[in-house]
């Protein structure tokens, strides 16, 4: 039972992902709420756009934020602790019920990373305080005409006389920045410009809410500061500190848009597979087509395998070090490659139900639509494959040993992600040897995969792109598909070790894997610089995978078919 089922908290929450009292509670208030809420009313308040200020305020009462987002030492009380495990549930939760609600979630992280980084003490306590007060927090980074480059922020602050500053500037795209007393803002000083973080409230004049730049239920803004007086008291960080804290804050929130889209996918398809195994055509039901199992199976494979990586990627956040810096692979990783198979599963289902997926009652109207955002926020698919490629020739050439890594569901406060250092130094990172997972498997499939592996492997030292090709972002990326999927699948592995997912279910995901990697040589094939010896691995990567009618069947009977009618939201 690895997908989450409301029907099988318990199961869930106890067993599987097994937790302690008061985050077993918080996960089972915040499922209540929304069931409670019900199907009729979160597709009203989506249509209309209604602000989710409901939300806000049940999070306020039961203390959810303050819980979760404390970390201990500043906490109210022993069950604070910014905690990546229960993290990774509560926003697979939100995500299942409406992205808008993660939204809000998702933007205050992002608006406490600067703070929880930041050595002014006494912005942290303020930070405390108002968790406990039931606010929520905004990560004041992007601006209009800057995009991914934030090197050319403009927001500046300008020194006075008696050696307060002014902030002038304005930020676009900022979630919850209409209710924010806290909203992290990132510019440079006006004169050396050094960057600094600073805190601004919108409750202040010179703060001046533009407007809501998304036609949705979030409110994504645009804010100006105008003379906005700026003290030291309000300087969360300055200069190379300040820079680390915007990188290492996306470091922290990025991996959240994996658990978004998780939880869509999984909401999506319980009501996928109901529709589909209750609907009769020509005398039959739609699951019986071979094309509709095939869809089926697909997407659930697909989704296993984003949760069994994203549950694999949190432990390496969680016992990250700064001897231990792997996470910085597998986590942007989380971002665009789990985002992206989220598309993937949305589109499979889509084709399945066809017609229902537009109606105006279902949830998968929803989804169809939020999916497509997680791939594209906090830096792109490409930004984030140019990131880890710069790893590719640490993890194939020059494996490091480190201890194992088990699975990481203690009560730890995840501290170092609040003391990641300077962002810097990538090429440096050593990862452990990716055969150790897969040499524990010989299946059919996953030896087709090492197979293809090794194809890549050669490819890299006999047909090494050239120097041009090294600069040309464009055969990077197609590059980066290929190294990608190889650490997917390292990742996936070692989480079947650990949850102990049996081998009919490996082969199936690794079925999908096989051809993905096909896919992505035929891809590289393709480019246009490609040379002669390149093709030629290039095609030879090229693989089918091996066809099992017996494991198949046996899947889709009992982990697919098994989904039609064990959830649905309440009306
Ligand atoms: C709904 C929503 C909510 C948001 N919330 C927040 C928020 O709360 N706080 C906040 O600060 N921001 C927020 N953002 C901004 C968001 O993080 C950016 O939109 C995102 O990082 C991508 O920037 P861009 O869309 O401007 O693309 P651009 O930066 O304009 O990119 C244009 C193209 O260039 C490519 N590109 C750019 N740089 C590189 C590179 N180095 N390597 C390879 N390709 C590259 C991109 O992939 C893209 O295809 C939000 C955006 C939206 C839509």
């Known amino acids: 039972m690895m997908l ?19 985050s077993f509670e918080i996960m089972n208030q915040a499922i209540d709420f929304f069931e409670m809420k019900g199907k009729r009313k979160i597709k009203e308040d989506d249509h209309q756009r209604t602000f989710y200020a409901d939300f806000i305020e049940f999070q306020k009462k039961e203390r959810l934020f303050a819980t979760l987002l404390t970390p201990n030492q500043y906490g109210f009380d022993s069950n604070c602790r910014w905690d990546t495990w229960r993290n990774c549930h509560f926003n697979e939760i939100l995500g299942f019920y409406g992205l808008a609600y993660w939204y809000t979630w998702q933007v205050s992280i992002l608006g406490l990373g600067p703070v929880w980084m930041s050595k002014n003490e006494a912005l942290k306590r303020q930070a405390a305080d ?61 004169g050396t410009k050094d960057y600094v973080f600073f805190t601004a409230d919108y409750r202040k004049g010179e703060y001046d809410l533009v407007k809501n730049v ?18 030291e008291e309000d300087i969360l960080s300055r200069g190379q500190e300040a820079w680390d804290s915007a990188l290492n804050t996306v470091n922290v929130g990025k991996f ?80 665009m490659k789990v985002t992206t198979q989220g598309e993937e599963v949305i589109n499979l289902l889509w084709d399945v139900i066809a017609a229902k997926g537009f109606e105006k009652d279902t949830y998968f109207e929803m989804a169809a639509r939020d999916i497509r955002a997680l791939p594209k926020l ?8 140019a990131l880890i490629v710069k790893f590719m020739l640490n993890y194939f050439f020059f494996p490091e040993k480190y201890p194992e890594t088990p699975r990481q569901d203690g009560r730890q406060d995840d501290i170092f992600l609040f003391n990641q250092g300077a962002a810097r130094g ?87 894997m096989v051809r993905d990697f096909s896919r992505h040589a035929l891809n590289l094939f393709s480019k246009p610089s490609t040379t002669n010896t390149q093709l030629e691995y290039c095609k030879r990567m090229i693989e089918k995978p091996e066809p099992d009618d017996g494991r198949f069947l046996a899947i889709w009977e009992s982990q697919v078919m098994a989904l039609k009618d064990a959830y649905e939201l309440q009306p």
């Not at 239920?217 to 906005?228: G, T």
């Not at 906090?378 to 494959?385: D, K, P, Q, R």
């Open 214 to 231: 998304t036609a949705s239920q979030n409110y994504v803004a645009e804010y100006a500061l105008h003379d906005y007086p700026v003290s």
């Open 426 to 512: 990538l090429s440096q990172i050593r990862f452990h040897d990716y055969n150790l997972p897969y040499d524990a498997f010989s299946s059919p499939n996953v030896t087709r995969f090492k197979y293809q592996i090794s194809l890549f492997k050669e490819f890299l030292t006999a047909a090494t792109p050239s120097e041009t090709q090294q600069k040309d972002i464009d055969f990077l990326l197609g590059l980066g598909e290929i190294f990608a999927l190889v650490v997917y699948g390292q990742l996936i592995l070692e989480n079947a070790l650990i949850y102990a997912i049996d081998v009919n279910t490996v082969e199936q995901v690794f079925d999908f």
């Open 4 to 22: 989450l089922n409301p029907n099988q908290r318990n199961t869930i929450f106890g067993t599987t992902y097994p937790l302690d009292d008061r």
């Open 378 to 385: 906090e830096g792109t698919v490409h930004v984030n494959i």
């Open 130 to 190: 108002l968790l406990l007060a039931g606010h929520v927090f905004a990560f004041g980074l992007s601006e209009r005409a800057h995009g991914a480059d934030i090197y050319a922020t403009e927001m500046n602050l300008t020194i006075q006389p008696d050696g307060s500053y002014r902030a002038n500037g304005e930020k676009y795209y900022i979630g919850n920045a209409n209710i924010s007393p806290m909203v992290s803002t990132f510019g440079r000083f006006a």
């Open 256 to 335: 959240n848009l994996g658990w978004a889209s998780i939880g869509i996918c999984t909401h999506a398809l319980y009501e996928a597979v109901t529709h589909a195994g209750n609907r009769r055509l020509y005398n039959m039901f739609v699951t019986d087509f071979p094309h509709v199992r095939q869809m089926f199976t697909d997407a659930y494979a697909r989704l296993l395998a984003m949760k069994l990586f994203a549950l694999r990627a949190s432990d390496y956040m969680r016992n990250a070090s700064p001897a231990d810096r792997r996470y910085l692979l597998y986590n942007p990783m989380v971002k």
